[in-house]
């Protein structure tokens, strides 16, 4: 376990680099998830706000 | 699974792809040859900058671009007209000639790979010089067509032998498109990338002949527009990428059309999707292959099939092939993502049929990464035709005096690659995304219902981007 955290920090740059290729991606699948979770909160409102009363 | 589900295990699925893919160090490419760069920011940061523009051009492409441009164009203007049959027998002629002195001297020619005509033709000038000269002047291919000026000469001779005894062409059979197309171009990828004996010239020529005859038999079965148009996979190749150029040829006549607009017109059939994630998968397969994350795969997965009782060189082959199926998969699999997402939008049409709808987004990016990946190729050992057109057999003639002369690596500086490759990628996602932006306008009522369909798309084509810049990053370093 001890090597291979050793292993994984030692080997940082190399895919700490490569990794920075993923931050746009993932910042775009990230304001698209938000995107939809508000998009769902305002249909469920719009729905309850038009449903009838008791 | 419910829509939002699938949605979510496919994203998962591609970022874990994408991880895995990015985990390991840079990769390099199998065919770059890159020097020293001089590059005023980390490489990273172009991919940053990259997403930066995709952006930005979806927001513009939103406020500016309100109504569909590209669906029904108006007529092109004629520039140039040429008797079509003179010019088709002209090409015909040309091209078959170029066929018979590459299998020629891929049968009687040395050997040795370098010093003979067929390989470099085969893996420099036809297989990316043509798409690009296609991207450029339109459907050249089309008129250079080796078999398919084999076939109309047959069929001119038939003709006047028989006049109208010819039978009639079997009807091709719908549910299989551009299937035939897709199969073709794996195969010839799995040849370039996988096959033990790729650069064998005399092998190469064997495949050549045996291609054609194939093409020779679909024809006499199906008719020769359509088999070229549909199955014949070199055909359909460039003919994808001529759809890109604001040049036509139709019966002799040269037009100049709105960019994209043959795009948006593509009639998209069976197979067509395949197809294009054929096209993207396998060129970035090339560069994968050749890093270190897949150097620490392969050989497990060649042990196990060297366990099943393959030799070490089909146990390789093997492997190799179930990566550039991978690959190809994750390519189809991000494709598919953003069709699931755009279904989120839309959910009254099935994702098979948006797939299908947007597809011609992809062939922009197809372009991309074929100039993007191969682009030294073309710009170094392209220069090698003017001495191997010379001594096409490898056996010290000088057909054309230009035997001596050599490759010229100062042409272009591998920092000006950097950016000829940086540009493509960028310009062939924006273009993408321009097609799909005008393909939503045309499926759904209200402007920004259209725009909101394309966020997903977004996300897929600065994936593609990153993943693209991150292939190439390696071979500069």
Redesign the interface.
């Known amino acids: 376990m001890t090597f291979a955290v050793i292993l994984v920090l030692a080997h940082a740059g190399h895919w700490i680099v490569s990794a920075l290729y993923l931050v746009p991606v993932l910042v775009i699948v990230a304001a698209l998830a938000v995107q939809s979770r508000r998009e769902r909160r305002r249909a469920r409102r719009r729905d309850e706000e038009d449903a009838p009363g008791p | 699974m419910t829509q939002r589900r699938a949605v979510l295990a496919a994203?998962g699925g591609a970022?874990a792809l994408?991880?895995v893919a990015?985990?390991?160090?840079?990769v390099a490419s199998a065919h770059g040859l890159v020097g020293r760069q001089d590059l005023p920011i980390?490489r990273?940061l172009f991919?940053?900058a990259?997403?930066v523009v995709l952006?930005v051009s979806f927001v513009g492409l939103a406020v500016l671009w309100p109504r569909p441009r590209l669906e029904d164009p108006p007529p092109g203007r004629r520039l140039l007209r040429l008797p079509a049959e003179p010019l088709e027998v002209l090409g015909g002629v040309v091209g078959v000639a170029a066929f018979a002195g590459v299998v020629y001297a891929g049968l009687a020619g040395t050997q040795t790979a370098t010093a003979n005509l067929a390989p470099t033709t085969i893996y420099v000038i036809f297989w990316v010089g043509i798409p690009v000269a296609s991207a450029l002047f339109g459907d050249v291919f089309r008129l250079l067509n080796p078999w398919r000026a084999v076939a109309r000469a047959v069929a001119w001779v038939a003709r006047r032998g028989m006049g109208d005894g010819l039978p009639e062409p079997l009807a091709y059979p719908e549910w299989l498109g551009r299937w035939p197309a897709a199969i073709g171009i794996l195969a010839f990828a799995w040849v370039e990338l996988i096959y033990a004996n790729r650069d064998a010239p005399d092998q190469l020529a064997v495949m050549a002949l045996a291609y054609a005859a194939t093409q020779l038999v679909g024809m006499s079965l199906f008719g020769i527009e359509l088999w070229s148009r549909r199955a014949d996979a070199f055909g359909v190749y460039f003919g994808l990428f001529a759809r890109l150029s604001p040049l036509r040829w139709t019966d002799g006549r040269l037009e100049l059309r709105r960019p994209l607009s043959g795009v948006a017109a593509l009639d998209v059939v069976p197979g067509t999707v395949a197809l294009l994630c054929v096209m993207i998968g396998t060129t970035s397969f090339d560069g994968f292959s050749n890093g270190p994350t897949w150097s620490s795969l392969a050989p497990h997965i060649q042990s196990f099939f060297a366990s099943l009782g393959l030799s070490s060189e089909h146990a390789l082959e093997a492997a190799f092939t179930v990566g550039l199926l991978g690959v190809v998969g994750v390519i189809s699999a991000c494709y598919r993502l953003g069709i699931l997402?755009m279904r989120?939008v839309d959910p009254s049409r099935s994702a098979g049929e948006l797939a299908r709808r947007f597809v011609g987004s992809l062939v922009p990016i197809a372009l991309a990464y074929v100039v993007a990946h191969y682009f030294s190729l073309l710009a170094y050992q392209g220069q090698a035709v003017a001495y191997l057109a010379s001594d096409p057999l490898g056996d010290g003639s000088n057909l054309l005096g230009t035997a001596s002369s050599t490759i010229d690596y100062g042409v272009i500086t591998s920092t000006g690659i950097w950016y000829v490759q940086v540009a493509a990628l960028v310009l062939g996602h924006a273009a993408g995304l321009a097609l799909a932006h005008d393909r939503a306008l045309v499926l759904y009522r209200r402007p920004s219902e259209a725009t909101r369909s394309q966020?997903?798309m977004?996300?897929v084509m600065?994936?593609f981007t990153?993943?693209g810049?991150?292939l190439l990053?390696a071979q500069a370093q």
């Open positions: 994203a970022v994408v991880c990015v985990a390991g160090p840079d980390p990273w991919a940053w990259a997403a952006i997402g989120t966020y997903w977004l996300a600065v994936a990153s993943l810049l991150w990053s």
